[in-house]
């Protein structure tokens, strides 16, 4: 028995999945006109190519970030695919606004209780996830993500072009300051947020590293001696956020800065998209035949 697929019909699916108008008509065609077992279908269809996929490096992407309407909750997630071709299209952002809007109402510890989370839809992360594995044909990852709460404090954020995001935590709620900070994080790169916070196993390689330089220069023990400290105590300001000359007034640090507010930062997370993935060098025209080829 022949049945007949009405544009109506593929309409609703199209709509309901987001897929391509003729692969919606096969999968009705397929499923002989039932709407329910035609989304089945493509949903396991997708899952097949989304596991297919699960091994490509995915080093572009963007980061989203959210803070709670009171300041008392911030999120931050680095959510990542293969092109920032990709990573620029509607649905992936959409995907990454989503999920950070998600982790941010929710208690969320592990990536697998991320993944199980239910998104608006009653779709979960990583059901979306596959989706968009499978429709935008590319490998999609959540690759981290962080989430501050406080009762006594409050939260700031700051997104750089979707590629480099920050979110503070502070001893007291301050808007302004917090997103000064968070904005010179996201410059400044700083790898803690004090010196006591530096581990002693990098402090004792940086020394060795100034000694042997110091060396070269002749001068006796107790000379080298004073020459590296003030070396590490150069260092350590360079690296801890407190440290570092703010970057709107280098005439003051950042410690002065918050202390000068009566406030103190508690901690920060600072997320850059790729940073410490290695990347697959591939050409353009390379990179469109690989899609054409659908490998």
């Known amino acids: 028995m022949t049945i007949n697929i009405s544009a109506g019909m593929v309409k ?52 989203g970030v959210k803070v709670s309407d009171d300041g008392k909750a911030v999120a931050i997630i680095d959510i990542n695919c293969e092109t920032d071709f990709v990573a620029k299209a509607d649905d992936f952002v959409s995907f990454v606004n989503s999920v950070a809007h998600g982790l941010l109402n929710a208690d969320i510890q592990t990536e697998e209780q991320l993944l199980a989370m239910p998104l608006e839809d009653g779709v979960t992360v990583d059901e979306m996830r596959r ?5 935008l044909g590319e490998n999609i990852t959540i690759r981290r993500f962080e989430k501050y709460q406080t009762v006594e404090g409050g939260t700031a954020c700051y997104l750089h072009g979707n590629k480099i995001g920050v979110i503070v935590e502070l001893a007291a709620s301050d808007t302004e300051l917090g997103k000064d900070v968070a904005m010179h994080i996201a410059a400044s790169k700083p790898i803690c947020v004090s010196d006591e916070q530096v581990s002693a196993e990098t402090i004792e390689k940086e020394k060795e590293i100034f000694a042997a330089q110091a060396a070269e220069s002749g001068k006796s023990a107790d000379i080298i001696e004073k020459m590296v400290i003030g070396r590490v105590s150069k260092f350590l300001a360079e690296v801890t956020l407190l440290g570092q000359p703010f970057i709107k007034d280098d005439k003051v640090t950042v410690g002065k800065l918050v202390a000068s507010k009566g406030n103190a930062v508690i901690r920060f997370s600072r997320f850059e998209v790729g940073e410490g993935i290695e990347k697959k060098e591939e050409n353009f025209a390379e990179e469109v035949m690989a899609q054409v080829r659908g490998s």
């Open 12 to 63: 609703e699916l199209r709509e309901r999945t987001g897929s391509g108008m003729m692969e919606c008509k096969k999968a009705l065609v397929e499923a002989e006109g039932d709407m329910e077992l035609a989304i089945e279908n493509m949903r396991k269809s997708g899952l097949a190519k989304a596991d297919k996929k699960s091994g490509r490096i995915a080093a572009e992407g963007i980061i």
């Open 131 to 135: 989706g968009l594995i499978s429709k």
